[in-house]
């Protein structure tokens, strides 16, 4: 026997779901903002006392850098990508950050946790 939705089962279907959607949208906007803009001052302070992978140097490359916010920790987030030429700090949105998983010493990522002011992870990517 086929049961046919009725215009109560649809009102209550309609109603929780957007009950859902609700509780969703609150409990996304309690936990703040998941992206932050880091300052210049940050970066060099970071920078400065930056042990860097073996056999590479950080003047050496282009430096991205962005701010998220992970199980309430600010981090700061960066992309090195070997340019000697062009070598330098970009601060960019998690969007804009170079997203490359091969490449070896080439690209170098970068997690540093700002309450507790200690680099969580510094490292080359693989070579594909």
């Known amino acids: 026997m086929?049961?046919?939705?009725t215009h109560h089962d649809i009102k209550?279907?309609?109603?929780?779901?957007?009950?859902?959607?609700?509780?969703l949208a609150f409990s996304a906007s309690a936990?703040?903002?998941?992206?932050?803009?880091?300052?210049?001052?940050?970066?060099g302070s970071v920078e400065?006392?930056?042990t860097m992978?073996?056999?590479?140097s950080l003047r050496s490359y282009r430096r991205y850098y962005y701010g998220q916010?992970?199980?309430?920790h600010r981090l700061l987030m960066g992309t090195y990508v070997l340019?000697?030429?062009h070598a330098g700090v970009q601060i960019v949105s998690p969007a804009q950050s170079p997203k490359i998983f091969d490449g070896g010493c080439s690209?170098?990522?970068?997690?540093?946790?700002?309450?507790?002011k200690k680099v969580v992870s510094i490292f080359c990517n693989g070579a594909a």
């Open 2 to 5: 086929s049961h046919m939705a």
């Open 12 to 23: 209550t279907t309609r109603g929780a779901l957007l009950f859902s959607l609700a509780l």
């Open 31 to 43: 936990q703040g903002p998941t992206n932050w803009r880091p300052s210049e001052k940050l970066i």
């Open 48 to 50: 400065a006392s930056l």
């Open 53 to 56: 992978p073996a056999n590479t």
């Open 69 to 72: 916010v992970t199980h309430g």
């Open 83 to 85: 340019s000697p030429n």
């Open 107 to 116: 690209i170098i990522n970068m997690k540093y946790d700002v309450e507790r």
